[in-house]
């Protein structure tokens, strides 16, 4: 079982709604959350960093850390087209470990006009 | 500001040949990394430098070899290319090994 797992999609919605994107976990020494944005033929973009639980919000973008249950999540308000993206989430321990990125393999995201 | 700079951008070889992908970062960071990435895999590890002078294996290092030039370049070799090497090859770097990464926008290669 991979360290990371994350719903491929691909996941359509309509211009404006409420995007919620998830991934689970099951290496409980990682404290650093990354959500990464990639667009077709192009390298990940960092979109959110949050360490431990809690909450982020950027603009219209949202990321949540539940430790306790293993699992974040990024929410994305009013979408719109130009979010049609694959998005990465990408978790990390600290210390002398936490060298590497460990990835999900990505939800395909598409918005609609 | 260019950020992470990756040559050449797509590369058709032939099984067996050779070739290396260039890396050079202009973020004055200490860390730097390969991946590549394929369809249901996801981004994978294959080597990565925590500072200059210093690189160690990652996830998948087999059939690759990286050489840290200087704190601003890290390069990444296929001595003999193989079609499951067949791949977009991201480059990152951080400010140390602990840090954010940035990616650059990759190279595709094709190993026919």
């Known amino acids: 079982q991979k360290e990371v797992e994350q719903d491929p999609g691909p996941l359509s919605v309509p211009e404006g709604a409420i995007v919620s994107l998830n991934c689970t976990y099951s290496n409980s020494a990682f404290q650093y959350f990354m959500w990464y944005r990639q667009y077709s033929r192009k390298g990940p973009e960092l979109l959110m960093y949050t360490y431990s639980s809690g909450n982020k919000e950027d603009g219209r973008f949202t990321a949540q850390v539940d430790k306790s249950s293993k699992y974040i999540s990024l929410f994305i308000r009013d979408s719109q087209p130009s979010d049609s993206a694959t998005y990465l989430c990408a978790m990390k321990e600290i210390g002398i470990s936490g060298y590497a990125l460990n990835f999900g393999k990505g939800t395909s995201l598409l918005v609609t006009p | 500001n260019a950020g992470v700079t990756q040559t050449p951008k797509f590369q058709v070889l032939k099984t067996g040949q050779s070739m290396t992908l260039q890396c050079a970062q202009d973020m004055n960071h200490n860390s730097m990394y390969w991946y590549r990435q394929d369809p249901g895999m996801g981004l994978r590890l294959i080597y990565y430098s925590a500072s200059e002078g210093t690189t160690d294996k990652g996830e998948v290092p087999n059939g690759y070899n990286v050489s840290r030039l200087n704190k601003r370049e890290f390069s990444l070799r296929l001595e003999s290319a193989a079609p499951s090497q067949t791949s977009v090859y991201f480059c990152?770097?951080?400010?140390?090994?602990?840090?954010?990464?940035?990616f650059g926008a990759g190279t595709r290669l094709s190993v026919l």
């Open positions: 990152a770097s951080s400010q140390t090994s602990q840090n954010i990464q940035y």
